[in-house]
Each structure stands twice: as C-alpha cells, then as structure tokens.
C-alpha cells in the first residue's frame, strides 16, 4: 500500500503555514518615524501582524527580511 494514513498525512501543511511568526512575546506597539504602529518585540507592523496568517510564504519572507535588514542598519549606527 502506499496510500498515506495516519501521523503522516496530518504533515501536509499549506504553504502559508510553513514560515513562523517572528512573535516573541514582548508585544508593545509603538509608532516609528514615519507614523506607523510597530511593535516593540517583533518590529513587525501593525498591519503585518494583522494579515500575517493570510500571507504566502513569499511575503512573509520579505517582511522577515525587511526586519533583518532594518536591525542590521540599527546594529550599524551605533
């Protein structure tokens, strides 16, 4: 047989579900510089956070990556 059953088919995952939240726990929302509520513990936007389980994996991607890079430019300033 090799018909999936059991434990094994339970592993199929949407590709949405594939990236993890940044969510650490520490969630303070804050505005930035251009106006926008960001929260403290993740840096994501408020609307990031709001839409975060309807994003693909590609978008989910680049919000990661725009925080990478905006925590790495931080980093650099000081």
């Not at 609307?47 to 650099?76: G, H």
Request: proline share 3%.
């Amino acid at each position: 047989m090799s018909e999936t059953s059991g434990p094994e088919a339970s592993k199929t995952h949407s590709m949405s579900e594939m990236v993890a939240s940044p969510c650490i726990g520490v969630c303070q929302l804050t505005d930035d510089e251009s106006g926008e509520q960001v929260c403290h513990g993740c840096h994501r936007t408020l609307s990031e956070i709001a839409n975060w389980r309807n994003f693909s994996d590609q978008q989910k991607l680049q919000v990661l990556n725009r925080i990478k890079l905006k925590d790495r430019i931080e980093t650099e300033q000081y």
